[in-house]
């Protein structure tokens, strides 16, 4: 059953992330792969699609030479088809490709429209073996302004640096976009993801949304933290992903972003208002 549409004169917006298992190396699958979630979240009146880092790739790459023949531009035809399919729409996409700089690869992503591409993020934090494919970007992240309010992006490890949500914020952001790959690793027992922990951590500090596209599947032996979840001003989870009859995963929430605007603690406390920001740059003293 589809779901009833968001009224877009009261502020609602659909979000939508889906938990996709790309294949490693091959980029004709992991194009259609991304081109049907984005084709079913449109059945489902979404406004804004998250789908996860290095999707039309995978992630786990043997060498560079590899990862280089799963490179596309954003010129590639591939962003074509998707503008082509959200014609006539006002959704909003943000999905994470193996870029190809020319010389160089960046792990990036795109958040796209129907006017086409609108940005190219190039994540700045590598983690492990990115380094030994990718180049860092050199360029701090975007925040574009969409029919459903102004999107930040940052992808994976960018969230781990208080620092980069913090920027997004003080820049308008409503709703920071993480397309991610979260490698799964130990936790005790009853605890949630150390991830899901610093995301909640930042979109509590910086009073955003924070929208996290994780992966699911085995890649050569790489099992994902499968941590998809949407994440609202407060820093609590609003939803994460479960299965549907077709056996993907996603996570589907209605928003309103516009309240993140809204930095108020309390009749006295601003969250960004109250930052003291003469003392930051100050030394420390030693004592």
């Not at 795109?110 to 983690?127: E, F, P």
Request: with cysteine.
């Amino acid at each position: 059953m589809t779901a009833p549409a968001p009224n877009p004169d009261s502020g609602v917006a659909r979000v939508v992330c889906e938990q996709l298992a790309p294949r490693v190396g091959d980029l004709a699958h992991n194009k259609e792969l991304a081109v049907d979630a984005v084709r079913r979240a449109l059945s489902e009146r979404a406004d804004i699609v998250v789908l996860p880092e290095l999707v039309t790739s995978g992630y786990v790459f043997a060498d560079t030479d590899e990862a280089r023949r799963t490179a596309i531009t954003p010129d590639d035809a591939f962003f074509t088809d998707l503008t082509r399919l959200l014609s006539g729409t006002r959704t909003v996409v943000v999905l994470g490709f193996c870029e190809d700089g020319g010389s160089t690869l960046y792990n990036s992503a795109a958040v796209l429209d129907a006017d086409g591409v609108r940005a190219v993020y190039r994540k700045t934090h590598l983690w492990d073996r990115e380094t030994l494919f990718f180049t860092p970007g050199e360029r701090m992240a975007p925040v574009v302004t969409t029919a459903h309010g102004r999107i930040g992006v940052l992808i994976c490890y960018d969230l781990e640096f208080p620092e980069m949500p913090r920027r997004l914020a003080t820049a308008g952001a409503d709703l920071i976009a993480v397309p991610t790959n979260w490698p799964l690793e130990e936790r005790p027992v009853g605890e949630r993801p150390a991830e899901i922990v610093q995301a909640q951590a930042a979109a509590r500090a910086n009073g955003v949304y924070i929208a996290c596209a994780d992966r699911g599947g085995t890649e050569r032996g790489q099992a994902w933290t499968q941590g998809t979840a949407v994440i609202n001003q407060y820093g609590w989870i609003t939803a994460t992903a479960t299965a549907t009859a077709a056996t993907r995963h996603r996570a589907v929430t209605d928003v309103f972003l516009h309240l993140s605007r809204d930095k108020s603690l309390s009749p006295h406390n601003d969250l960004l208002r109250d930052r003291r920001t003469d003392l930051y740059a100050q030394e420390s003293p030693q004592l």
